[in-house]
């Protein structure tokens, strides 16, 4: 299996993050066996377009909620990936178990300031270490 699981719809709270709020968070690598992607369609002709980020942002968007991952963004990147043998995807990362203030939508990008300056402990990305303290 490719992904952790597929489901339609976000289990979590809307974020509505800007491109440019998004854009300020450093991508990282994941596991594609570590995501489970909010969406159940996969359009062809967006899978098979060689410029179909040439708009948008270059890296997936992955969203943490209570210690799983989800892919909001990047299905198609994801699954070309997979189709080239790879298993890892680069995204960038909304933690919502570390800020659920997050959650709610922001009035500028200084409330991302927090988030950005903690160090990032890759160990705990989708491993629910945040639920023993670490």
């Known amino acids: 299996m490719i ?13 509505r993050l800007s491109t440019r709020e998004w854009a300020q968070i450093p991508p990282r690598q994941f596991r594609l066996d570590q995501l489970t992607t909010v969406t159940t369609v996969l359009a062809l ?9 040439f708009y948008g942002d270059l890296f997936a968007h992955v969203v943490q909620y209570r210690g799983e ?12 990936s997979a189709l080239r043998n790879r298993t890892i995807i ?33 160990r ?3 491993r629910g270490a945040h639920r023993a303290g670490e």
Do not use: I
């Open 69 to 80: 991952l989800y892919l909001e963004d990047g299905l198609h990147r994801a699954v070309r």
């Open 45 to 53: 002709d967006k899978l098979l377009s060689e410029d179909s980020t």
């Open 124 to 126: 705990r990305v989708g």
């Open 3 to 15: 992904f952790k699981g597929v489901r339609e719809g976000r289990p979590y709270p809307e974020q």
């Open 90 to 122: 680069h995204a960038r990362l909304l933690d919502l178990d570390a800020d659920p203030a997050l959650a709610t939508p922001m009035e500028s990008t200084d409330q991302l300031a927090p988030v950005l300056a903690r160090p990032v402990n890759p």
